[in-house]
């Protein structure tokens, strides 16, 4: 009974390559969103979905490409993987969008380019 | 724009004590939210306390409670009888409107807990 969950929780692939993370809520809420931990564990937003639409787009190279399906899933599509994106991926949903809502993360994914 | 600092990278406290973790921050903004997340060595994130910026009565949850000290932007979280589980990153985050609805963190401070 994960309340929200990631997969994959690690993954390992060469530059060049595309890849997909998932995440999927059952809290029933309506936001969600994409941070992305550094090496320094510097946790910074990407993306931000309210009810399947983007609301927040930080700074973020194109090649990231947040998808949401529904309001309990939003999956991350990075295109032509850099070793800079080498990293820690969390998604974390909320039960709305604003500044008083509580945010529940996900366990992350630690994507690691070769 | 809003900002967090965690002046302290690391701190230890030995099993059973009090310790504090600082956090100030910075926003323009009259109405903002506070938290505190932890980040143990699973990796998952944890929200410990949060402290809306209108209540001046400082939040607790257990053992944990808040400093918050709103004319001098200070938030800090005091840890009571640590226990060794509490060991982890810990985390600062405040979310301010006035266009900009994100949750800001600072960079973290590492605890240890020594038995």
């Known amino acids: 009974d994960t309340a929200v969950s990631q997969t994959p929780k690690y993954l390992v692939t060469q530059m060049g390559n595309d890849k997909s993370i998932k995440c999927e809520q059952n809290?029933?809420?309506?936001?969600m969103y994409w941070y992305k931990q550094d090496s320094k564990k510097f946790l910074k937003i990407m993306f931000s979905?309210?009810?399947?639409?983007?609301?927040i787009n930080e700074t973020v190279p194109n090649r990231f490409s947040p998808k949401s399906p529904d309001k309990a899933h939003l999956n991350l599509h990075i295109n032509s993987l850099e070793l800079g994106d080498s990293a820690v991926y969390f998604c974390?949903?909320?039960?709305?969008?604003?500044?008083?809502?509580?945010?529940?993360f996900g366990p992350g994914t630690r994507l690691l380019v070769l | 724009a809003q900002t967090v600092t965690q002046s302290q990278p690391e701190m230890s406290v030995q099993e059973a004590e009090t310790v504090t973790l600082s956090c100030t921050y910075d926003t323009s903004e009259s109405d903002y939210y506070l938290f505190w997340y932890k980040q143990p060595p699973s990796r998952q994130m944890i929200l410990v306390i949060r402290?809306?910026?209108?209540?001046?009565q400082n939040a607790t949850e257990n053992r944990f409670s808040v400093n918050f000290q709103k004319a001098a932007k200070s938030f800090s979280l005091k840890i009571s009888d640590s226990q060794l589980g509490d060991a982890a990153m810990y985390f600062c985050a405040v979310a301010s409107g006035g266009g900009s609805e994100k949750l800001v963190f600072g960079k973290g401070t590492k605890l240890t807990v020594n038995p």
């Open positions: 974390a949903s909320s039960q709305s969008f604003g500044i008083r809502e509580t945010q529940y």
């Open positions: 402290q809306e910026a209108y209540k001046q």
């Open positions: 809290l029933g809420h309506d936001t």
């Open positions: 979905y309210n009810n399947k639409e983007l609301i």
